[in-house]
């Protein structure tokens, strides 16, 4: 028997009339959009089990300095980490594991890594405009094979900028979100042939755009329905890449992602179905969950997940996959 901990959420805080500033381990959300926002890449994430399918659920925190400053229409909000971390490996016996040929060991920390960023938003009857920039490390590392040939696995980060802009448009029951990124260096992956005829993946800094459009239905006040689309695409692909080299994979990536959400008897019972599918259906995750509050401390959730995935998607070993959870939570 394993066993582990984490710790969620810890921070302290101290606010004025029109300030607050907090310090602890916190969330930095940035984008419009549920579950698949181009802009909510600052926290890291860790999908344990399918039982835990959100990007809610599965972001972890970090230990950040937040200072939020609020005005009547606008607010200006800046954090700053000074000890980023990044997505942790997966767990073996989790459905990602897979058994690496070195062992993945973390980070080196041989220089100081910091990651900043500011949001500015303004509010207007019935919509919200956000413009940001930040200074961010990808959440994961790139790992190369120990000069030796064996032993731990070199890892390497990789620091890029992020600009964005989000905006919402409510409509009577309608909610309409829109997130853009700009990303300056970010790392894709280049197909390369050694003079010896073996296959490696080279790395080029590229810049990225990618963009999250969606909506939020409410049928009344225990029924709703969310929709978003995520794409992104390399820029100016010819100026980074040398000849004959192509980045792996397609022009345009992204995903679908549908939920919907029924509560039922004063809230006690929830019904809850998500799809989330890659552009091209090369993979497609289905979930349906029902929790139960059993009291003010216990609650009951069942949930059926299923995936299908091609040989080439990022979860084929999941292909044709169907699996049963249960899980109760205490809360005190």
Same mark, same amino acid.
């Given at each position: 028997?394993?066993?582990?901990?984490?710790?969620?959420?810890?921070?302290?805080?101290?606010?004025?009339?029109?300030?607050?500033?907090?310090?602890?381990?916190?969330?930095?959300?940035?984008?419009?959009?549920?579950?698949?926002?181009?802009?909510?890449?600052?926290?890291?994430? @860790?999908?344990?089990?399918?039982?835990?399918?959100?990007?809610?659920?599965?972001?972890?925190?970090?230990?950040?300095?937040?200072?939020?400053?609020?005005?009547?229409?606008?607010?200006?909000?800046?954090? &700053?980490?000074?000890?980023? @971390?990044?997505?942790?490996?997966?767990?073996?016996?989790?459905?990602?594991?897979?058994?690496?040929?070195? #062992?993945?060991?973390?980070?080196?920390?041989?220089?100081?890594?910091?990651?900043?960023?500011?949001?500015?938003?303004?509010?207007?009857?019935?919509?919200? &405009?956000?413009?940001? $920039?930040?200074?961010?490390?990808? #959440?994961?590392?790139?790992?190369?094979?120990?000069?030796?040939?064996?032993?731990?696995? &070199? $890892?390497?980060?990789?620091?890029?900028?992020?600009?964005?802009?989000?905006?919402?448009?409510?409509?009577?029951?309608?909610?309409?979100?829109?997130?853009?990124?700009?990303?300056?260096?970010?790392?894709?992956?280049?197909?390369?042939?050694?003079?010896?005829?073996?296959?490696?993946?080279?790395?080029?800094?590229?810049?990225?755009?990618?963009?999250?459009?969606?909506? @939020?239905?409410?049928?009344?006040?225990?029924?709703?329905?969310?929709?978003?689309?995520?794409?992104?695409?390399?820029?100016?692909?010819?100026?980074?890449?040398?000849?004959?080299?192509?980045?792996?994979?397609?022009?345009?990536?992204? #995903?679908?992602?549908?939920?919907?959400?029924?509560?039922?008897?004063?809230?006690?019972?929830?019904?809850?179905?998500?799809?989330?599918?890659?552009?091209?259906?090369?993979?497609?995750?289905?979930?349906? $969950?029902?929790?139960?509050?059993?009291?003010?401390?216990?609650?009951?959730?069942?949930?059926?997940?299923?995936?299908?995935?091609?040989?080439?998607?990022?979860?084929?070993?999941?292909?044709?996959?169907?699996?049963?959870?249960?899980?109760?939570?205490?809360?005190?």
């Amino acid at each position: 028997m394993d066993t582990e901990y984490r710790l969620h959420e810890l921070f302290v805080q101290r606010s004025t009339a029109r300030q607050s500033l907090k310090l602890g381990a916190q969330t930095v959300v940035w984008g419009e959009n549920v579950g698949n926002s181009v802009l909510d890449v600052i926290n890291t994430s @860790e999908f344990r089990d399918l039982s835990i399918i959100d990007i809610e659920d599965a972001r972890l925190n970090q230990w950040l300095l937040v200072w939020d400053r609020y005005g009547l229409k606008s607010n200006l909000s800046s954090f &700053v980490n000074l000890y980023p @971390e990044f997505n942790p490996p997966p767990v073996r016996g989790s459905p990602f594991f897979f058994e690496p040929a070195f #062992n993945l060991t973390d980070l080196r920390r041989d220089k100081p890594l910091f990651e900043a960023g500011s949001k500015l938003r303004w509010s207007f009857t019935g919509s919200d &405009v956000s413009v940001m $920039a930040a200074y961010l490390y990808e #959440n994961q590392l790139r790992y190369s094979a120990p000069p030796s040939g064996v032993g731990d696995a &070199v $890892a390497r980060e990789n620091g890029f900028l992020l600009l964005g802009a989000s905006a919402n448009r409510a409509i009577g029951r309608l909610l309409l979100n829109l997130d853009i990124a700009f990303n300056h260096g970010v790392l894709a992956d280049v197909p390369h042939t050694a003079a010896d005829g073996s296959h490696a993946a080279r790395t080029r800094a590229v810049d990225q755009l990618a963009g999250t459009a969606g909506l @939020e239905y409410a049928f009344s006040n225990e029924q709703s329905l969310i929709i978003g689309v995520s794409a992104q695409t390399v820029l100016r692909q010819d100026s980074v890449l040398e000849s004959g080299e192509r980045l792996t994979g397609d022009e345009v990536t992204g #995903n679908a992602l549908l939920r919907y959400g029924h509560s039922m008897r004063n809230g006690d019972l929830v019904l809850a179905v998500t799809m989330q599918s890659a552009l091209d259906a090369g993979s497609v995750l289905g979930s349906v $969950a029902l929790t139960y509050t059993l009291s003010n401390h216990l609650t009951l959730l069942t949930q059926v997940v299923a995936t299908r995935a091609d040989v080439d998607a990022a979860f084929a070993t999941l292909d044709e996959d169907v699996r049963a959870g249960l899980t109760l939570t205490w809360a005190f």
